[in-house]
């Protein structure tokens, strides 16, 4: 028999409405949207639920809210236990809480203080990130080494979604430099992304620092089963490494093709994705063949 594989998804994937079947249907689902709005001293859960895209979209809002979803979603529909887990940037933590390295209610204040330290640097310093299609990753990889040489300007890779999608980040000119680089080296579209700054960039570092100093006043206990984390890409087991992994996170590149590549070289043949939207479904098919890939949600 293969492995089972649980991914959760990162920002992005929010949508009005969300969690409000499983908070009308399920009584340890309302359980935990009630303990979730008395942690974050706000009612996160009407937002969740009756919000607009424009409420969603507030970066203090949306990481809880995708959070809480996923994790709640795991908890209330699904009896199977992982084999592996991992989540795309902001689900790390979702899948933290899954293999029992994080309690809960501490996830949630490190997700809330992640979401707030991030929405200040990105006001500090606006920058940007953009999608770079039908590219190699050394090509993206050369580029943005080019111009931050050239320029003095901060551009690199951020997201490895799958073959032939990455996202790269950095200041906006920077951003706007490599995109016309990116389009004349043949991509079949360089396109800048609708977000608050420049995520898993060296522009994260005031954010890294204040995160930092929570995920190292936070106890980390000893995992059910492995994390393929986002920085090195590989099964992760050791409580003190995923400290550092997570804390590396915000500076550093997502890399997720290399984290799917490498559950499938250890055995998974099903993935289930808990939480809003299908985000990972379909990366997860782009990157393995054959594999079951699925949703909870």
């Not at 979209?57 to 699904?78: C, D």
């Not at 236990?81 to 309690?103: I, R, W």
């Not at 080019?146 to 950095?170: D, F, K, M, R």
């Amino acid at each position: 028999m293969g492995k089972h594989a649980f991914i959760f998804p990162g920002q992005g994937s929010q949508f009005s409405g969300m969690g409000k079947i499983l908070y009308d249907t399920n009584d340890l689902a309302k359980e935990l949207f009630e303990q979730a709005n008395d942690t974050i001293g706000f009612r996160i859960s009407d937002t969740m639920f009756g919000g607009t895209d424009e409420q969603l979209k507030q970066t203090n809002i949306t990481q809880p809210a995708i959070f809480l979803h996923s994790v709640i979603a795991y908890k209330t529909l699904n009896h199977l236990v992982p084999d592996m887990v991992a989540g795309h940037s902001l689900g790390e933590f979702s899948a933290l809480v899954v293999n029992g390295t994080l309690h809960f209610t501490d996830a949630l204040k490190l997700v809330s203080l992640r979401a707030n330290a991030m929405q200040k640097a990105c006001e500090t310093n606006p920058s940007s990130m953009a999608a770079v299609l039908a590219l190699p990753d050394e090509k993206v990889e050369e580029i943005c080494a080019a111009v931050q040489t050239e320029t003095g300007e901060v551009v690199v890779a951020a997201n490895y979604n799958c073959p032939g999608q990455l996202v790269i980040s950095g200041s906006i000119k920077g951003i706007e430099i490599a995109c016309e680089r990116m389009k004349a080296a043949g991509a079949k579209r360089a396109l800048v992304l609708p977000v608050g700054g420049a995520f898993h960039s060296p522009l994260m570092e005031p954010a890294r620092e204040e995160l930092a100093a929570a995920i190292e006043a936070t106890t980390f206990s000893h995992p059910s089963c492995p994390v393929y984390q986002n920085v090195v890409a590989k099964a992760v087991t050791n409580p003190a490494d995923i400290k550092n992994n997570l804390i590396a996170q915000l500076t550093g590149a997502v890399r997720w093709t290399q984290s799917v590549q490498a559950m499938a070289a250890d055995g998974a043949t099903h993935f289930t994705e808990a939480g809003p939207g299908k985000v990972l479904q379909g990366l997860v098919g782009k990157i393995v063949k054959d594999t079951v890939v699925n949703g909870i949600g």
